[in-house]
């Protein structure tokens, strides 16, 4: 029965791929790429949700829990506070700098506010390295789920997945995407309220909870925590700083990441995105609350799982009738799924539109850049099943996840930021901050032992990359009148009917 | 403080946070105003200078 709803599951998917496909009658790229800015609230709500929720929110978050404990809560504040961030200081401001300078991509907002040529190179080159091997995670992350639906081998199921994610997202655009995304944001809002009123009812008061969970043993072989370091607020494995290190991660991840940040522009007003955005944020925000339930319960039930990754699978299989049980593994899968392939059309993007058009063939037409796009998706796909192959002993996805949120942070967050709020920004400064970020981040990757006092490498990349952007800034030539009055102007700044309001517009 | 008031203050705080956040986000959304994008064609015009 598992492999007949996962059959039904990707072929409405396609289904939807391709009426999304008739829909985009213009077939320009503002259509393609964000749908002519016209979704409804339903719509960003979806596109958004299911962006944000991914297989490290799944499998990730419940299993590093299970594994490390219930402080894992101070990263799932930050987790949520990056969305919030987002929606407070950069949505509406974000989306009015796209609709009225016509920006299509997070590369193209920095190539207007610093660098119309460098900034815009850089940052698709970051977004096209850290998008690969974040598709790479989303298709491992079906590792945890794959075992429980079919006996096919692992690679077979990551083949078909990235085939029919690469069929849809390339096929039906960003339309596309979001009406995946907004159907898979449904099944995962179900799923989520199936685990709130069947799990945690059954699992009694909190501080039996407590002292169940506090119980727990390390299995031999593991290096996980046990006993009542699992419920303190630090321990062993996630010390203060490394606590505070994670958390920040995630934060900066979640409020930069352009797959997430992006869908703000597919809004038909600021307004709508704000809305759709709060609906995403509540969704995700009682998602992060039932990991305390999730992955206590799967520690205290099943406290020798063979991988950290099983935690929620297992909890679903134990918990739920068999047909709630294939429809929950299915929520798992579309997490993936539309996480997946709004990363693989926004580094189709990076190429066909950023790359191609912007810098190597101006004169092209939208039906070429289409086409560029659409090559690099099939590109990206094969190059992540790669690496999805070669990392498949990697302890957990949340690893290769992270990886791809720190250097993105530490990369762009200082220049997201100043660019609209820091006037005194400069292109050079933005330059050498995204190199500095990105390359230091990479660096203390790839040479752990370099890492000063044992830090994670966001923060020594951040800390390196914000003071590069304002030391930089200040030495060279500040940012032109007109450049700057495409992000300060009235109605940038404060929206039409604020600025009418305050008498700067007529 | 022991393991269980540990435990008890996390998940307070936590869910508190998380929950003024939900909160906070639909209170300032449905405050938020919308650019009527059906003038984007005919351009408000900013006080000393064009869009």
């Known amino acids: ?506 | 403080m022991d393991y269980v008031q540990q435990a008890w203050a996390m998940y307070i705080i936590s869910s508190g946070a998380m929950l003024a956040m939900m909160i906070a986000a639909f209170v300032i959304a449905f405050h938020t105003d919308a650019t009527p994008t059906e003038k984007k064609d005919e351009g408000a015009k900013v006080k000393g200078g064009e869009m």
Request: proline content about 4%; hydrophobic content about 50%.
């Open chain 1, 1 to 506: 029965m598992n492999i007949a709803v996962l059959a039904g599951f990707l072929i409405f998917l396609l289904y939807l791929g391709y009426a999304a496909n008739r829909k985009n009658k213009k077939n320009d790229i503002e259509d393609y790429f964000v749908v002519s800015r016209s979704l409804n609230v339903l719509l960003t709500a979806g596109t958004y949700g299911a962006s944000f929720l991914s297989a490290g929110a799944f499998i990730g978050m419940n299993a590093t829990t299970y594994a490390f404990g219930w402080n894992y809560a101070w990263q799932n504040i930050g987790s949520l506070a990056g969305p919030f961030f987002l929606f407070l200081m950069y949505v509406p401001k974000f989306w009015r700098v796209g609709y009225y300078n016509n920006c299509l991509s997070m590369p193209d907002l920095f190539a207007k506010r610093y660098h119309p040529t460098w900034s815009r190179a850089l940052f698709a080159g970051i977004i096209l390295i850290v998008y690969t091997s974040g598709l790479a995670s989303m298709y491992l992350g079906l590792n945890a789920v794959w075992g429980y639906i079919s006996d096919l081998p692992l690679m077979l199921i990551v083949v078909i997945a990235a085939v029919v994610i690469l069929a849809y997202s390339a096929f039906g655009g960003a339309r596309g995407v979001s009406w995946t995304d907004t159907f898979c944001m449904i099944c995962i809002a179900l799923g989520v309220f199936a685990i709130v009123s069947m799990l945690i009812p059954r699992m009694g008061g909190f501080t039996g909870i407590i002292e169940q969970f506090a119980q727990a043993e390390t299995p031999e072989g593991q290096m996980w925590m046990e006993g009542k370091d699992l419920v303190t607020m630090a321990n062993a494995y996630y010390t203060g700083p490394m606590t505070i290190a994670w958390t920040m991660i995630w934060f900066l991840g979640n409020s930069t990441q352009p797959h997430q940040v992006t869908r703000a522009y597919l809004a038909k007003n600021e307004r709508v995105a704000r809305i759709g955005i709060a609906i995403g944020i509540a969704v995700i925000g009682v998602f992060f609350w039932t990991s305390w339930y999730v992955a206590s319960y799967a520690r205290i039930n099943f406290p020798n799982l063979e991988k950290a990754d099983f935690a929620l699978p297992s909890v679903i299989m134990d918990v739920f009738p068999s047909f709630l049980a294939a429809f929950m593994l299915i929520v798992i899968v579309a997490a993936i799924f539309s996480t997946a392939s709004t990363m693989l059309i926004i580094a189709g993007q990076c190429m066909g539109y950023d790359i191609y058009s912007k810098l190597i063939n101006r004169n092209t037409s939208q039906k070429k850049i289409i086409s560029v796009s659409r090559v690099t998706m099939v590109v990206c796909s094969f190059l992540a099943i790669g690496i999805a192959y070669i990392a498949q002993s990697v302890p957990t996805l949340l690893f290769l996840w992270a990886s791809s949120f720190a250097i993105m942070g530490a990369a762009i967050a200082p220049s997201l930021f100043s660019a609209f709020y820091w006037k005194g920004a400069t292109a050079s400064g933005n330059i050498a901050s995204m190199i500095v970020g990105t390359g230091v981040s990479l660096f203390l990757y790839a040479f752990p032992a370099m890492q000063p006092f044992g830090l994670h490498p966001l923060m020594p990349a951040l800390i390196l990359s914000t003071l590069t952007l304002i030391i930089v800034s200040k030495c060279t030539k500040p940012s032109s009148a007109e450049t700057l009055d495409k992000f300060y102007n009235p109605l940038v700044r404060y929206g039409e009917k604020a600025a009418r309001r305050k008498g700067l517009i007529d």
